[in-house]
């Protein structure tokens, strides 16, 4: 088989697919996300806290001398993606239980008895007919 024949059955099985359609969700849930941490939440808290911009909190390691820029440790930027990480993982979190929960409901309902096979069925009367002698 080709090189190419073998990567196009590969890109084409099921799994690849919906891993790449995850990951393109997932990357745009992600904006929405920092979009919402960023946007909607820190806003508030920074007022909260007495108009703190948590995305300004910095160190500064080395002045900004002539064209080089300052050198800075953004901690702040860091806490806003600590809340990013959180979210998502509450939502993947919450998305996982209730897979779960609808798993336990398909597993809690009992299977019907398959019914007996012929053999069974053959064995079964030649039983009752022993015992009737």
């Known amino acids: 088989m080709s090189m190419i024949k073998e990567f196009k ?3 084409m099985r099921g799994n690849v697919l919906d891993l790449a359609i995850g ?3 997932g990357a745009a ?5 920092s979009s919402l941490v960023n946007d909607v939440i820190m806003p508030p808290i920074g007022v909260i806290l007495g108009g703190v911009d948590f995305s300004k909190f910095s160190f500064v390691l080395k002045e900004a001398e002539g064209s080089a820029s ?3 440790i ?3 930027v860091f806490i806003n993606t600590v809340v990013d990480f959180l979210i998502v993982a509450f939502v993947i979190f919450m998305i996982i239980r209730s897979i779960n929960s609808m798993k336990k409901k398909e597993e809690a309902k009992p299977a019907a008895p398959p019914p007996p096979t012929k053999e069974e069925v053959l064995l079964t009367e030649i039983r009752d007919l022993l015992k009737t002698r």
């Open 74 to 76: 953004n901690y702040g």
């Open 9 to 11: 059955a590969f890109a």
């Open 23 to 25: 990951i393109i969700i």
């Open 70 to 72: 300052a050198v800075l």
């Open 29 to 33: 849930f992600g904006k929405i996300v």
